[in-house]
């Protein structure tokens, strides 16, 4: 069961004309667990009267932790009717299992007016857990409490936007309005304008020591959202319920807020060779989102006899240089060996220009050799100083494994990004070292859909998860879909 540790207790009184007010504030270290927990804070006023205050997850701490904090703010026309004094206990449950921190029995306290106090031999606490950048966010605040034992010279902010390739330090400065007794409170604005992620850690210097808070090892962070790109086969209108499951997938890339879908065997019907928009499947996905997408779509062959089949990249940002080309020596539309890929470069906030390729190639046996190499001459011929990556995303036709896909890995270009989100250490084996057993590791690896990024790209993928499975927003097609995030190195 989970360890609870109570980090620090805010009891503050804020008085106005038009009554009082009682801030009561916990902070908890809770040890992760897989499985679901409820924390919460079990506290009385002087009225003996005992409420339950649920916690929120806040962030990790260290690598077996996390943050858990719970706030409540009381009004009353006067002090008196305030809870004033508390007790209070900590509680954990997760499943059956059920830990207190109750100071060992004897409940913690909290006198009326405190301020925020850090508990046991804690003297520095980094008091800034929020981990998301908002949209057009300009600045972060970040706050320190440090215990006023400590008799405090100076406190800094040590910090990094890229990945500790450059470092800055930034000195934090005291709130000196402070009314409330309890904990130093120290502060900095620092500017996120142009940043994609801030890292950094909190140090104090005094007389005799300087002392540390690096989350236990790990560093505070705090970002933009990830890059989230999503690829699936769409079964040239095959599947039963089509109508319901085209509704799915954009009900997917809604509540998942994807940002870039490539899609493959995109059908519209054939209407003698001239297509029919209002049929594309791309096109009505896109038009069932909340907000719809920047689309690129074109077709390369008939499919099933009456579809003009192709691909398509959506995009919640402008789609700039589009193209499509075919990669294979057949270029005849009423053959499926025809085979055409659409193109597009995406300036993407924080990260800039990526290029992104919506590929379906032909198996092994019908060309894929071919068209994966002028796939990957089309890629290297569109690189400059401003493209960041490079993605091709899409169904290859290449089991994992196989030949085609050992002629990615011999290649030395592209790396299969689902593996390397998910299985490190055989990413390793297969993409860095090159193990000459690596292909019997992956004997039980059916993919066939993929991203593969280039080696030397400025991005690194976060997680990858497989989609529309019987328990994640169902069957939509014969292929599963695959969402990954991104963010920069």
């Known amino acids: 069961m989970a360890n609870v540790e109570l980090l620090a207790v805010e009891n503050t009184v804020n008085r106005k004309k038009t009554g009082s007010q009682q801030v009561l504030q916990f902070l908890m270290s809770i040890e992760n667990t897989d499985c679901h927990k409820q924390v919460d804070v079990i506290w009385a006023g002087h009225d003996g009267v005992w409420h339950t205050l649920p916690a929120k997850y806040q962030g990790r701490r260290g690598d077996r932790h996390e943050f858990w904090q719970a706030r409540v703010t009381l009004s009353a026309k006067s002090d008196k009717k305030l809870p004033g004094d508390i007790r209070f206990a900590v509680r954990a449950r997760c499943n059956t299992d059920e830990l207190w921190d109750n100071n060992q029995g004897w409940n913690h306290h909290s006198r009326h007016g405190s301020g925020l106090t850090l508990v046991g031999d804690l003297l520095l606490q980094n008091l800034t857990f929020k981990h998301r950048l908002d949209e057009g966010q300009q600045f972060v605040q970040i706050k320190v409490a440090l215990n006023p034992a400590l008799n405090a010279d100076s406190v800094f902010i040590r910090w990094t936007s890229d990945n500790w390739r450059h470092s800055h330090e930034t000195p934090c400065h005291r709130e000196k309005r402070q009314k409330q007794e309890g904990a130093q409170i120290w502060s900095v604005r620092l500017k996120t304008a142009d940043i994609f992620a801030l890292e950094y850690s909190v140090y104090c210097k005094t007389r005799y020591q300087e002392l540390w808070d690096n989350n236990l090892g790990k560093n505070y962070r705090i970002s933009r959202d990830p890059l989230k790109v999503m690829i699936l086969n769409l079964h040239c209108y095959q599947e039963e319920r089509q109508d319901y499951k085209l509704s799915q997938i954009a009900t997917a890339i809604d509540e998942l807020a994807v940002d870039v879908v ?228």
């Not at 003698?272 to 069932?288: E, F, L, P, T, Y």
């Not at 398509?312 to 940002?317: D, K, Q, T, V």
């Not at 036709?397 to 592209?414: C, D, E, K």
């Not at 860095?432 to 039980?444: K, Q, S, T, Y």
Request: aromatic share 14%.
């Open 262 to 489: 490539c899609l493959q065997e995109v059908a519209e019907h054939w209407n003698d060779g001239h297509g029919d928009w209002a049929s594309n499947a791309a096109n009505i996905i896109n038009q069932r989102l909340n907000q719809s997408m920047y689309l690129y779509t074109d077709w390369s062959h008939l499919g099933f006899d009456k579809y003009r089949e192709g691909v398509a990249i959506l995009s919640r940002y402008p789609l700039e240089q589009t193209e499509s080309r075919y990669v294979s020596e057949n270029q005849d539309p009423y053959s499926i060996h025809s085979r055409k890929v659409a193109k597009s470069q995406i300036q993407v906030p924080y990260m800039g220009a990526i290029n992104v390729f919506s590929a379906h190639l032909s198996w092994w046996e019908d060309g894929f050799k071919q068209q994966f190499e002028r796939l990957c001459q089309w890629a290297e011929s569109q690189l400059n100083d401003e493209v960041k990556t490079t993605l091709l995303c899409g169904d290859f036709n290449i089991a994992a494994g196989s030949l085609g896909y050992q002629q990615v890995v011999n290649g030395n270009r592209y790396e299969d990004q689902y593996l390397a989100a998910n299985h490190h250490g055989l990413f390793e084996q297969i993409f860095r070292v090159n193990d000459p057993h690596w292909g019997n590791m992956l004997a039980d690896d059916y993919r066939i859909d993929y991203i593969f990024m280039n080696k030397d790209s400025d991005l690194r993928v976060t997680s990858a998860r497989v989609l529309f499975t019987d328990g994640d927003y169902g069957q939509v097609s014969d292929h599963c879909g695959y969402l990954m995030t991104f963010e920069p190195k």
